[in-house]
Nanobody, 118 residues
Framework: QVQLVESGGGLVQSGGSLRLSCVDS????????MSWWRQAPGKERELVAR????????YVADSVKGRFTMSRDVAKKSVYLEMTALRTEDTGVYYC???????????WGKGTLVTVSG
């Protein structure tokens, strides 16, 4: 059973940094693609960054290029989102996503709140 748990959100000043973590409790972490999404207040959820099942970065949103980096640690069954030079517009709830390669079922974490103050 896949369960995603995010952590690392918080309040940070503009220009600061945060590192988000997402732990996958399932048994097929290596086989599944993973991504980070975010949802700002009053806006739709948007894709921030994505890794293939092989850990290749296939997408980074233009709005975060050069500032955010997604990575993973297979041994810890975790993915990370390193966020630097944060801006107020980066404020939102950040979600971890995966899709089980065997069942095609998508899984979402409950999210972690990032608040960037001006």
């Amino acid at each position: 059973q896949v369960q995603l748990v995010e952590s690392g959100g918080g309040l940070v000043q503009s220009g600061g940094s945060l590192r988000l973590s997402c732990v996958d409790s399932g048994n097929s972490f290596v086989s599944n693609p993973m991504s980070w999404w975010r949802q700002a207040p009053g806006k739709e959820r948007e894709l921030v960054a994505r890794l293939t099942s092989g850990g290749v970065r296939t997408y980074v949103a233009d709005s975060v290029k050069g500032r955010f980096t997604m990575s993973r640690d297979v041994a810890k069954k975790s993915v990370y989102l390193e966020m630097t030079a944060l801006r107020t517009e980066d404020t939102g709830v950040y979600y971890c996503w995966t899709q089980d390669a065997r069942t095609a079922i998508e899984h979402w974490g409950k999210g972690t709140l990032v608040t960037v103050s001006g």
